[in-house]
């Protein structure tokens, strides 16, 4: 998904000079054709986190639009006083591009992990905040985000993520991927892979994470039980969100609220902290 999401960047900014991609010494592979094609367009402050969400504040002040482009845990909480200073609080629409969600980057060990970013963005008015699950949901994350007035914060992943939808979709709702049962598991960001084929279940994706909107919490009431899977802690995410909406119980099934320090990639992570799809189903199968 972020090389889809890359294309979509490249593509609007060649059609909008007034577009600027900010990109914290990161993901220079991924913007060569970029960088190449639209140098004035491009700007590397270098690994200065707190200075490139100012510089994108700045320039949406002066009417830009700006992408800040850096790994998930270098966009969100090393200059969170910025974000919440210069962008939220002045409504900026700048669109944070945060790659490596969850335990993508595994092997980096936990300072590369966003698994508390969800919590952190949700406690700060006006940020739209999408995790994606597919390509097309990256897409179409970005496209709504530059819709929007509100600033965005976008988390991607970087593993070669497959096409789960066969049709277009709403950014905004809940997307049925799998039907079946009277219990519903809603997930966001590729974890939902591991929940495909669990039977009895529908399988949902939530990538706009703040939408919640009445159709969202109307479709949730139809079902028996609610499980939210995510690749974060299970406080502050997606689940905590969702069960401040609605009375109807949510069950988590996430990271419990510990560092982690063992190190692998991210299959061994996952089967380590009961989040592949053996320990999802049989954690659902304990809670129906």
């Excluded at 294309?7 to 007034?18: F, G, L, P, V, W």
């Excluded at 367009?41 to 690994?47: C, S």
């Excluded at 969170?80 to 944070?96: G, H, K, M, S, T």
Aim: with cysteine; hydrophobic share 40%.
């Amino acid at each position: 998904m972020r090389n889809t999401l890359a294309n979509e960047i490249y593509k609007y900014a060649t059609k909008n000079k007034d577009f600027f991609l900010i990109s914290g010494d990161a993901g220079l592979g991924v913007w060569d054709e970029y960088q190449k094609e639209l140098p004035n367009q491009f700007i590397n402050p270098g690994i200065n986190e707190a200075l490139c969400v100012g510089m994108a504040a700045g320039m949406a002040l002066s009417g830009k639009k700006v992408v800040y482009y850096n790994i998930a845990p270098f966009v969100i909480m090393r200059p969170f006083e910025q974000v919440r200073n210069d962008i939220c609080y002045q409504e900026l629409p700048v669109i944070l591009v945060g790659t490596g969600a969850g335990i993508t980057y595994a092997p980096s060990g936990m300072t590369h992990y966003s698994v508390e970013d969800i919590a952190l963005a949700l406690s700060l008015p006006n940020l739209d905040i999408y995790s994606p699950a597919s390509p097309l949901e990256a897409k179409l994350a970005f496209e709504n985000a530059l819709k929007s007035k509100n600033p965005s914060y976008i988390r991607i992943e970087k593993s070669g993520e497959v096409e789960i939808h066969k049709n277009n979709i709403d950014i905004t709702d809940l997307n049925f991927i799998q039907m079946g049962g009277e219990d519903l598991i809603i997930a966001h960001g590729s974890i939902v892979n591991e929940c495909l084929g669990i039977s009895n279940v529908s399988v949902a994706t939530a990538p706009f994470i703040n939408s919640a909107n009445k159709n969202i919490i109307d479709q949730i009431s139809k079902f028996r039980n609610i499980f939210v899977v995510e690749e974060h802690f299970k406080f502050g995410g997606l689940a905590t969100f969702l069960q401040s909406k609605t009375d109807k119980k949510i069950h988590s099934i996430g990271l419990k609220n510990h560092y982690i320090h063992d190190i692998g990639d991210r299959k061994f992570l996952r089967k380590l902290y009961g989040l592949d799809k053996s320990a999802i189903e049989k954690q659902i199968k304990e809670n129906i």
